[in-house]
């Protein structure tokens, strides 16, 4: 079962969380400005690493913080968390 | 207006909810005055006829306090916690949640059957929020064995009826 | 004949007989006995016969190691295939032999069922001498820690509560278990079986509870640290007709004498690979067995165990190995002979001990991985799970300890390793009882060019039974590797995954079955309606259709929907609107979030107004609808669609908090604080009147999309004026618990101009005569709001909104994308099928691929005019208007014209009475 460090509520079940893929992932300034190309870059394309991960989490269930974690892909560890997910 | 006040039914009125054993009491307390708060500080609330208030999020409380004692559309508790804690929303919630109280040696372990957070952590004043038996709940301790369960009244018969089933071998 | 000797037996009680049924017959056992052990008590070896081979099979095994003894149980709910080793006995159990496999109980399954979550800073498992040290350790060392143990046994102690109390393995215990007692936040789960580890922490175990109202509890336990204490679980040897009741595994046999008293045979042969061999063959002649020889097919033998063999008079045969053995002609098929390269013995027994394999399922679940270990003779935890690193520790026996019990390393000898595949007749031997998988069968699958374990398991079967090869899984890897002349440690085991022992299905849903199976969600005013049919909208319960008593009997759906629709055009219908979402939004910038979220302006809305709107996501497709009311200055109320509630708040809070945290907005549910009456038709001004008659609800004073406060019969009210099906209509708002309140109400003042309740297939019908499309039922995620043909709530103002990059690509302007349009039959008064798909007319639907236009995506079979219509997704579809398709389901076309979305009251002048 995976576990997730909220950082309000602490450790529980991934169960409770919705996931957020990548953080760091900013909605554009000015989409009218972006070529639709970079529009569907920022859209769809997710990098998706094989080892440590900064990704988004969101305690659905819970407090309803968003929040980042970084997460490795392979074993699940979970490494750091940050509140807040501007 | 009492008569008006006799309309209202609470999600588990006339469900045959409820267990008062040695060591289990579970019951429903209709119709208490809930106020969900966003503030940074802790809402100034006990001075205000407010019974508890837990912490649901960094910024946001639940003030549970007395039921109203007029018909309303917004109950008072929710303007006096607004009006004692400046640049504080409050928004009613009492018909958004009923309150199921949980009381006696057993009371954890009842709600253990149906929730996976580690009650045990939570201190008396602190409260969580999570999934008891498929239904997102907030779970405040009010004592060593005594604890408040806020549900949504949609989900009140469901979680009635599990937790009934639940707890006859702890009664 | 009893085998049940007169003294001893540390898990029975002789003061409490108890009574059970095998077959029908009754069988004198004692409380603390199992099935297998009444049974070899009463001298009745035979538990069960080969799947396919119908050869008779006995008890092997002591514990979840045997792969031959499994019956049916009969009593209580009844249970199919249940170990005999490890069922404990109670009166009025009943039982019956099995050929194989068992069969479900026919009827529900009555059994309670129980699930606890538990949690612990340590979780031991296992509760032998291993376990107990690294629970006491935890506990005494770290102040406050919970440390719980689980143990599948009656009792804690594991191998040491089978040793004399005055050993050194005995006086361990004793001094463990003392210490133990008097340790704060140290739980024990007894007769509780950990069936698997799902990383994290997280244990999933199964509790036998004999006593309890629920007779099976599975526990869920999360842990910080768990120390894998599980001991091992010995191996067989291999020959022909090793199969046969009778023959046992050797520490097996030893411990129904120290456990239960029976006494497995009279006269034995013990056959070893191991020193534990040896051990059990001094046991079993000490309790009286007359052991006629032991081989060990080492070929040196010295120390106190040879000396103790000898001391009995007990001829020690090194090198020596069993070649096959005999049974019986009768049904028992019991074993008479053992052949063996020393000459051939009369005997009722044949222990054997191939060596001990440390248990490391739990250890592999999550991911462990195991290396051969020539020292141990088995396969040993190697490198932990990633995700078990710093969790998990491996001691004792499961991790080829073989000093668990003290004294024992000192004398040690050696193990061999012994893997024969050339044991004899290869049909005959058996390298999975339960699945009756010989060795026959694995030379034809390495014949068939299968090298791999996990492919030869599945060629085979071996290791696929309800023992999950506990019993013969290493053993017949060794057989393998021999087979293909390559090292063990190259060919592997199999994949171990949870779980551990059988789970039954009930079990794992334990009470969340039948009414409980899921969260039911339902209205304040479902009493009032709960008489009619329901359709599930998500987890709600809402009314489908009100059916009405006739001379002919109940209504059907058509015709009840019919009536209603009736009413709602001609007079006044009544609805339960209660489960529409609501969400609050709170801030002196929630005017800047709405006109980012929707599609047209919001900010410019005033207080007491409605209005609609449409969201997209980022890609520019609809995910949402619905109205907002402006409350005041800075309180906004947002309805959603019901299945769409939960979704449309965590879309907001992530806008909010990832994106736009600066802005002064909180965001609250209050979709169950609002119950919702929405009162519909030409005459429902006059119901709202009758119920708040100090308003003036004219359209002059109280217009379309206006909201106001008002009491509606006494209760406080929040009123709106809104239409979802294009007739003038008011939605009542009261905190939920005047639901019912509020129903009787609207019913009551209704009751003079023929109020109707309509559900929502009526609901539908009304929506649908006026185009308004349902966001999940006429669009799929890539439907623009231009496609749905409402440009008009796009704002072409706004510099931005979610999805208004997207809808400026060429693409989402495209002429001919999928656009909703009308469709009615042709010949008028055929029924057009929901999810029809829409190809030329007269296409010749044999000639593949057949050109699809789009698809019908609601359909009902009367209208207001009483003749059938659907909406559909169609090609270019605006334009098409007045062309005719066939709509195709399962190959039967039914011509359709295409009309617009709307096809009731397209000027709206209907909407203020």
Redesign the interface.
Known sequence: MLRIPCPHCGERDATEFHYGAAAGVDYPTDPAALTDGEWAAYLFVRANPRGWFRERWFHAAGCRLWFHVERHTVTDQVRTVREGAA | ?G??LD?????LAGRGFGVDSPRLRMAEE??RSLV?V?SQARPEAAGVGATWCWQ???T?WLVDGAPATE???EVPLAGVVRSGNEGA?A???????TTVVLAGENAE?VL???????L??VPVGGC????L????VAIGRTGDDAFRVYV????A???A??LT??A??DL | MSRRLPTGGSRIDRSRPVTITVDGVEVAAYHGDTVASALLAADRPLLSRGIYSGRPRGVMGVGVEDACAYVQVLSGGGEPMVAATTLEVHDGLAVERIAGRGRLPAGDDTTRYDTLYGHAEIAVVGGGLAGLRAAVAAAEDADGARVLILDDGPALGGAAADLPADSAAGRELRDLLTRLDGLEGVTVLTRTTVTGSHGHGRLVALEQRPHGVAKRRLHHVQAVGVVLATGSHERPLVFADNDRPGVMLACAAADYVTRYAVLPGERAVVWTAHDAGLHAAVELADAGTEIVAVLDVRETMAGPLAAALAGRGIALHLGAEVTGTDGSDDESGRLIRVHTTVGSFDVDLLAISGGANPAVELFSHPGGRTRWSDEVAGFVPDVPAPGQVGREVVVGAAAGDQDVVPGWRETLQPPATVFRADAGDPELVFLDPHRDATLADLRRAHAAGLSSVEHVKRFTTIGTGADQGRGFGVLAVGVLAQELGRPIEEVGTTTYRPPYVPLSFALLAGRNRGELSDPVRVSQAHDRVAHAPMEDVGQWKRPWYFPRSTADGLEDLDASVAREVRAVRTGVGMMDASTLGKILLQGADVGVLLDRVYTNLFSTLKVGKVRYGVMCGPDGMVVDDGTTARLSGTDWLMTTTTGNAAAVLDTLEEWHQTEWPGLDIALTSVTDQWAVVAVAGPRSRDVVATLAPQHDWSAEAFGFMDWREAPVAGIPARVLRISFSGELAFELHVPSWYAAALWDAVEEAGAPHGITPYGTETMHVLRAEKGFPIVGQDTDGTVTPHDLGMSWAVSRKKTDFIGMRSLARADARRPDRRQLVGLVPLDGSSRIVEGAQLVAHGADLTAFPVAMAGHVTSAYPSGHDGRPFALALLDGGRDRVGEVLDAVDDLVPLAVRVTGPVSYDEQGARRDG
């Open positions: 207006m008569d008006v309309l209202r039914r609470s999600p209709p119709f969900e966003r649901l999020g960094p946001w018909p309303c559309l929303s928004v009613d919630v009492s018909a958004q949640r372990r253990a059957h149906g929730c996976p957070i580690d045990s952590r969580v929020q999570g999934l038996v498929g239904a997102q949504r009244p949609a989900f018969r469901h979680l009826a599990w089933d639940a006859v071998e």
